[in-house]
Nanobody, 122 residues
Framework: EVQLVESGGGLVQAGGSLRLSCAASGFTFDDYAIGWFRQAPGKEREDVSCISSSDGSTYYADSVKGRFTISRDNAKNTVYLQMNSLKPEDTAVYYC???????????????WGQGTQVTVSS
């Protein structure tokens, strides 16, 4: 059974940090790109970041560039999203997802996690 389990969300003050984890099982993790997406209340889901399977190349949405860092530990089948300098507008449910390559939120994506809530207070 394929599973993607996010953790690390919570409540933090503006300017603070959180590290999200996405633990994967049930598929060959090394072969998959892992992306992070988020959805704020009343808004559409949006891309946040992605890390490829092949060379570890990374992608960031402009809104998080310079503040968020994505990384992967293939030995632990886990991808991390380090989020620094958090802003209230980062408040959302954060989802990780897996596919053969980095995909945009409008593309079909093979596997999704259930999400973890991040709330940034002002």
């Amino acid at each position: 059974e394929v599973q993607l389990v996010e953790s690390g969300g919570g409540l933090v003050q503006a300017g603070g940090s959180l590290r999200l984890s996405c633990a994967a099982s049930g598929f060959t993790f090394d072969d998959y790109a892992i992306g992070w997406f988020r959805q704020a209340p009343g808004k559409e889901r949006e891309d946040v970041s992605c890390i490829s399977s092949s060379d570890g190349s990374t992608y960031y949405a402009d809104s998080v560039k310079g503040r968020f860092t994505i990384s992967r530990d293939n030995a632990k089948n886990t991808v991390y999203l380090q989020m620094n300098s958090l802003k209230p507008e980062d408040t959302a449910v954060y989802y990780c997802a897996a596919d053969w390559a980095c995909r945009g939120v409008g593309d079909p994506i093979r596997y999704w996690g259930q999400g973890t809530q991040v709330t940034v207070s002002s």
